[in-house]
């Protein structure tokens, strides 16, 4: 509850609520809801959580294109956890993936297909600094940190650096052992998983 109020009263959060700005308020209203319908997908009927899994697919899509994404890296975390959990496929696994795989079907059949995307063109180049934005991201999307020490370093009137992606070179690795220790100290507890599922998905949304 105290989290509750504490993201409904945060200013990045009800700023778009204000001043609607695109399908990110959108994707930010069904993304957990989609995360919890996945969570219990892991759980039910082989052909129940192959319903859920393509109902969850195509409100994501339907909020914003790249609630694919979203829905790509809560599917996978899910299927990882269920993995390490019980060490074998289960009827429930093998049915998110072909359900997964159907909606990609799908999405190129009557989309992708149909002509040129914004991603349409680029090229994926692979650095140091293409994993560690995720992982800060991940860290510390909730408190905004990247965007505070970016405006600390490159402040108009006094900039320290020139280039204010080189923080990551410093907050990635910093996210990356606060999730470790968090992960650690919660080793004990039932909503181990449940903590990082939704860290994870929370730094995926963040822009």
Not at 38 to 60: G, H, K, N, Q
Not at 153 to 169: G, N
Request: proline share 4%; glycine share 6%.
């Amino acid at each position: 509850l105290l989290f509750i109020c504490g993201l409904a009263t945060f200013r990045y959060v009800t700023l778009p609520f204000r001043i609607y700005d695109g399908g990110e308020v959108l994707l930010f209203a069904a993304a957990p809801w989609a995360f919890l319908l996945l969570r219990e997908a892991i759980e039910r009927r082989a052909l129940l959580s192959f319903a859920i899994t393509l109902l969850s697919a195509a409100v994501l899509f339907l909020a914003k294109l790249t609630g694919l994404v979203v829905f790509v890296s809560i599917t996978l975390t899910i299927i990882a956890f269920e993995l390490v959990a019980k060490r074998r496929l289960t009827a429930s696994i093998i049915a998110i993936l072909a359900a997964s795989v159907m909606a990609a079907i799908v999405f190129q059949l009557f989309w992708a297909s149909r002509g040129a995307l914004p991603s349409t063109g680029t090229e994926i180049q692979w650095s140091w600094r293409a994993i560690l934005v995720p992982i800060e991201g991940v860290a510390f999307s909730g408190m905004g940190v990247g965007a505070l020490t970016n405006w600390l370093l490159v402040h108009p009137s006094a900039p320290i650096i020139s280039d204010a992606s080189l923080s990551s070179y410093v907050l990635g690795p910093l996210g990356l052992g606060m999730i470790l220790w968090i992960w650690h100290c919660l080793r004990n507890t039932r909503y181990r998983s449940m903590a990082m599922l939704k860290r994870i998905k929370m730094g995926r949304q963040t822009p």
